[in-house]
């Protein structure tokens, strides 16, 4: 893996992380899946940015944290995160981590309010302090900070406008929902939810 480009680690690295979050608060998750997940979350958080430098700590942690990811979502299924860029990468070619990475925070907004407490022990596994004694509001929207710090952090782009053209949008949008992973999100969602979400990243 030392030989990894900068940016394929920190693609496939945010790609790991969604596996996490979106396994965490998947319709499928209980006590099992959580732990993995939960654990995963920390390690990624902790491991990414150095093996992006391509530091030994930083590449030890990363290969353990999306291994510990993998054991995890595998067994139940992950959300509209991968369903909304699995047709990026099929449509633009676009590395199907950044896709994720750049999803992923506007997605968690979205399903905030069907998570339960599930943000606050995502943030506490991303290293944000005094979570517990923040409000479910806070500690939602820190969660969702810290994706978005860890991702500007190592070079991801925070927006699909120079990915998505708006003429391809309904075409986007069909594709994620009948994406095998969309009946996993937490949240009931529609084409149309899906096309607004697409359009608020542009």
Known sequence: MESMPKGLTAATGMDALTHAIEGLITRGAWEMSDMFHIKAIELISK??????ENT???REGMAL???IAGMGFSNVGLGIVHSMAHPL??????PHGVANAIILPTVMEYNA????DKYKYIAKAMGVENVENMSVEEY???????VKKLSSDIGIPSSLKDIVKFEDIDFLSKSAYDDACRPGNPKETSIEDIANLYKSLL
Do not use: F, S
Not at 47 to 52: C, D, M, Q
Not at 89 to 94: E, K, N, P, R, V
Not at 113 to 116: D, P, S
């Open 65 to 67: 944290g999306q291994y």
């Open 140 to 146: 939602r929207k820190a969660a969702v900070d810290a």
């Open 47 to 52: 491991h990414l940015r150095g093996a992006v």
């Open 113 to 116: 309010e069907v998570t339960g």
């Open 56 to 58: 030994k700590e930083g």
């Open 89 to 94: 990468g099929a449509l633009y070619d676009t």
